[in-house]
Nanobody, 126 residues
Framework: QVQLVESGGGTVQAGGSLRLSCASSNHIFSMSPAGWYRQAPGKQREFVAGISSGRTINYANSVAGRVTISRDKDKKMAYLQMDSLKPEDTAVYYC????????????????????WGQGTQVTVSS
């Protein structure tokens, strides 16, 4: 069973930065699309950013220009650098590998699995 473990969440003031990390145990991580999602209280989980194995990158309009997704295939790590944080960015952030990210990025559904991490809380105070 593949495990995804997020870290790096915390509480910051508006305008601050955080870098989220996601450690994967997927032996085909280098070929697997990886993405970040978030879920605020009372809201549905939403796509934040995704990166394909070929380094195609998509961002949600709400975060474009403020976040950067990256990956280290050798370390099986995905990252989300978040800058100029706003109170509305407050949410639990989840790492994903597989079908959900492929669908969000509108790329061919090559990988049928859909792995999620346990989430990391990001709180932005005004």
């Amino acid at each position: 069973q593949v495990q995804l473990v997020e870290s790096g969440g915390g509480t910051v003031q508006a305008g601050g930065s955080l870098r989220l990390s996601c450690a994967s145990s997927n032996h085909i991580f280098s070929m697997s699309p990886a993405g970040w999602y978030r879920q605020a209280p009372g809201k549905q989980r939403e796509f934040v950013a995704g990166i394909s194995s070929g380094r195609t990158i998509n961002y949600a309009n709400s975060v474009a220009g403020r976040v950067t997704i990256s990956r280290d295939k050798d370390k099986k790590m995905a990252y989300l650098q978040m800058d100029s944080l706003k109170p509305e960015d407050t949410a639990v952030y989840y790492c994903n590998e597989g079908a959900s990210t492929q669908q969000a990025m509108k790329v061919p559904l090559i990988y049928q699995y859909d792995y999620w991490g346990q989430g990391t809380q990001v709180t932005v105070s005004s």
